[in-house]
């Protein structure tokens, strides 16, 4: 049988940082110290709520520690008692602990890149901060922005000579070109050697000059004759057309087009001709409208007057509307407002009555597969809990809680699972701690030759797990820090359909 472990959550939401006098920052709700404690820390100095190392440590009057973010997030959720013995305490009731916080601060730790890259540092927490903006071992982005993170080492190697967003001369144009766009660039590089599209004696060009090689060097270019606008056809090689222009006559062409020319300029003055005849015809019209203009304009005031009259009635009707709207909305929002809470006491029963029904043996069916896995990859869901169930009638209310990813140990490479117990509705009829045992079964959906994953843990009724629960679910959870690794996850037929199936079975002990 596997090795049980206890669960250590991790927080997720704040990160915690030491200032750079080696004092805690006094940023709101900040969470305890998740760092690689060589030796590990004391338990007088894990934090209740957390379940981390004591960050800005206080005390309660009534003598129970625990970080100074943590229970003033409780505190000011409206929870104004302690929640280790639910002593009534406020704000001013907590004090610092300076003896803690110096203890603490001498701890031991490792360097945050101890696992990942072997980083041998081992120093006191307050010494943590500064040994990290030094080590060798720390990852920087690229200052390229390509997105590759690599050591200080090989940072300048990568930024000069490997890097996709790098920048480097054209050896054509010279101009500064960026690595990965250094072939769009060279599509149109004004200096980039092109062949002569008549394939000329000339084997190569810069593009830039192409055009001036093309209508002014180029021998095998067809061109057209000089005199093309006077009617000429003919078009040869540059060669052929200078031959062209000494044999042949072009007088009568050009008499042919002066004539043409003629012709068309008195036309256009037909046309200007015309054109006068009808703007004097226009002035005369204008004239005699000009009167008729001044008695239609009384008319026109009137009926502006009416328009303006309608306008104004349209207006307050759609005022009328508006407040009808407005009040309407109001009244539909505050029945759906009442719907929703009738719907959530609703599906409050109804998960009740259904965790009855399990009775012990309890199967969990986590759909979606892929894009949870990433969600915890990132760290967005790290956690995600079943629906509660009872081991019986009258029995015990629990539910199961897996982190895909993983966590301490297990992070990156394993799942890890674990139980949690819930208060119940008999609770008070029942033997306390839980004295049971827990089968966890990843199940394989090959039916041929299935290959469950099958690990049992057996209840100890010292650890805080398995205590009666004085909120709704106990924060401390027991299981399996490394239940399965994710490359065996992705073999056989543990995840069919993107659904990953977990059985888990109570075995509750004779009655005496």
């Known amino acids: ?44 100095y894990e934090c209740p709520i957390c379940l981390l190392v004591l960050n800005a440590p206080v005390q309660t009057e009534c003598g129970h520690r625990f970080c100074r973010g943590c229970i003033l997030k409780v505190l000011r959720e409206g929870r104004p008692n302690c929640p280790i013995d639910n002593y009534s305490i406020n704000e ?25 890259h072997s980083c041998k540092w081992l120093g006191s927490l307050k010494m943590l901060k500064e040994h990290m903006m030094s080590c060798e071992y720390n990852l920087f982005l690229c200052t ?20 996709p967003k790098r920048v480097i001369s054209c050896e054509f144009c010279k101009l500064k070109i960026v690595f990965k766009k250094l072939q769009d660039h060279y599509e149109r590089c004004e200096g980039f050697p092109v062949n002569c599209p008549n394939v000329c004696e000339v084997v190569v060009i810069p593009r830039g000059k192409l055009k001036v090689h093309m209508e002014e060097e180029c ?4 061109l057209k004759c000089s005199f093309k606008d006077a009617g000429c056809q003919f078009q040869g090689t540059r060669d052929e057309v200078t031959n062209h222009m000494k044999t042949e006559n072009h007088q009568f062409m050009l008499l042919q087009t002066l004539c043409d020319l003629k012709l068309r300029v008195a036309n256009q ?12 015809t226009f002035n005369k019209e ?48 505050s029945r759906i407002e009442s719907i929703n809470i009738e719907l959530k006491a609703q599906n409050e029963v109804i998960n009740e009555v259904s965790a009855r029904t399990w009775k012990g043996n309890f199967i969990w069916r986590i759909s979606n597969f892929d894009q949870l896995f990433r969600q915890a990859l990132s760290g967005e869901v790290p956690a995600i809990h079943s629906l509660p169930f009872y081991t019986g009638v009258p029995g015990y209310k629990m539910c199961l809680r897996i982190n895909l990813n993983g966590i301490d140990s297990g992070a990156g490479t ?13 609770d008070s009829l029942i033997e306390w701690p839980f004295p049971g045992s827990v089968i966890f079964t990843i199940l394989d959906q090959d039916t041929r030759d299935p290959q469950h994953v099958c690990e049992t843990l057996t209840a100890r009724p010292t650890l805080q797990a398995f205590l009666r629960p ?21 073999t056989r037929g543990y995840i069919s359909n993107d659904t990953l199936l977990v059985r888990v079975d109570i075995k509750m002990p004779p009655t005496r």
């Not at 959550?9 to 690689?36: C, R």
């Not at 003055?269 to 004097?280: A, L, M, P, R, T």
């Not at 009384?298 to 709207?325: H, M, W, Y």
């Not at 004085?470 to 992705?490: A, C, D, P, Q």
């Open 1 to 44: 049988m596997r090795q049980v472990l206890k669960k250590k959550t991790i927080p997720t939401h704040v990160s915690i940082m030491l200032a750079k006098d080696n004092s805690v920052t006094e940023e709101i709700f900040q969470q305890g110290y998740d760092e690689h404690f060589d030796p590990p820390a004391p338990d007088v």
């Open 470 to 490: 004085k909120i709704n679910r106990n924060h401390k959870g027991y299981g399996y820090i490394e239940l399965i690794r994710h490359t065996t996850l992705r």
């Open 219 to 222: 021998s095998r270019a067809i």
């Open 414 to 426: 394993h799942v890890s699972m674990f139980v949690h117990m819930m208060q119940g509705e008999f």
């Open 144 to 163: 390229n922005n390509c997105g590759e993170k690599m050591t200080r080492n090989a940072l300048d190697k990568h930024c000069l000579n490997d890097c």
């Open 269 to 280: 003055e037909k046309v200007i001709e015309s054109f006068k005849d009808k703007e004097n």
């Open 92 to 116: 001013e009731q907590i004090y610092p602990d300076n003896f803690a916080l110096r203890e603490i601060l001498e701890l031991k730790v490792r360097c945050q890149n101890s696992k990942t």
């Open 286 to 333: 204008s004239s005699s409208a000009a009167g008729f203009s001044l008695k239609s304009e009384a008319s026109i005031v009137g009926r502006f007057d009416e328009l303006e009259k309608k306008i104004n009635q349209v207006k307050a009707t759609s005022e009328v509307c508006r407040s009808e709207l407005k009040h309407t909305r109001s009244e539909l929002e």
